[in-house]
T-cell receptor
Framework: GQQVMQIPQYQHVQEGEDFTTYCNSSTTLSNIQWYKQRPGGHPVFLIQLVKSGEVKKQKRLTFQFGEAKKNSSLHITATQTTDVGTYFCVVSNSGYALNFGKGTSLLVTP | NAGVTQTPKFQVLKTGQSMTLQCAQDMNHEYMSWYRQDPGMGLRLIHYSVGAGITDQGEVPNGYNVSRSTTEDFPLRLLSAAPSQTSVYFC???????????????FGDGTRLSIL
């Protein structure tokens, strides 16, 4: 099945700094989803990207899908303590199963 | 709406015991799935169902059984619990299968299971 690698595994930033996590695949993806999981919580859907080169914004969050549809990124501008959590990229394996990356854990200190 | 409801929230079992983790959704979703989450491993798919009466294996199905007799319910059974099954279990649902377009997965709050 399709596997995705996320980097970095951990990131510690000061509040106000920017943050980026990357998701890479060796195969072309049909689409990619991003989820956020707060400590002790469950994953929550953020967005889905489908088109080559697609860029979507949600307030301070910017999501990109690579031109070759083999990579994606999530960028957070001016992090806040509320951004703490683990961010997962997720791809569809044959259309019936979802394959989660291992996630990037973000810690934001005031 | 309650969304996806998982019970119990916490459970401690002894090795060899069996139990069922319950999952129910009230959104009339066709697609349901079970994941386990272990530190540093992300979420790994155990079993999934594309509709009532239809189930299939995911990445890590050994030691687990599922059934889908109704659209609403998708219980996960541990046949003979082992310490390696200590994990956090999440149930998720979506309107349709992930490959059919924008299908956000709605997750339950999870069941934290410890096997001694």
């Amino acid at each position: 099945g399709q596997q995705v690698m996320q980097i970095p595994q951990y990131q510690h930033v000061q509040e106000g700094e920017d943050f980026t996590t990357y998701c890479n695949s060796s195969t072309t993806l049909s689409n990619i989803q991003w989820y956020k999981q707060r400590p002790g919580g469950h994953p929550v859907f953020l967005i889905q990207l489908v088109k080559s080169g697609e860029v979507k914004k949600q307030k301070r969050l910017t999501f990109q899908f690579g031109e070759a549809k083999k990579n994606s990124s999530l960028h957070i501008t001016a992090t806040q303590t509320t951004d703490v959590g683990t961010y997962f990229c997720v791809v569809s394996n044959s259309g019936y199963a979802l394959n989660f990356g291992k996630g990037t854990s973000l810690l934001v200190t005031p | 709406n309650a969304g996806v409801t998982q019970t119990p929230k916490f459970q401690v079992l002894k090795t060899g015991q069996s139990m069922t983790l319950q999952c129910a959704q009230d959104m009339n979703h066709e697609y349901m799935s079970w994941y386990r989450q272990d530190p540093g491993m992300g979420l790994r798919l155990i079993h999934y169902s594309v509709g009532a009466g239809i189930t299939d294996q995911g990445e890590v199905p050994n030691g687990y059984n599922v059934s889908r007799s109704t659209t609403e319910d998708f219980p996960l059974r541990l046949l003979s619990a082992a310490p390696s099954q200590t994990s956090v279990y999440f149930c998720a649902s979506s309107y349709s299968t992930p490959g059919t377009g924008n299908q956000p997965q709605h997750f339950g709050d999870g069941t934290r299971l410890s096997i001694l």
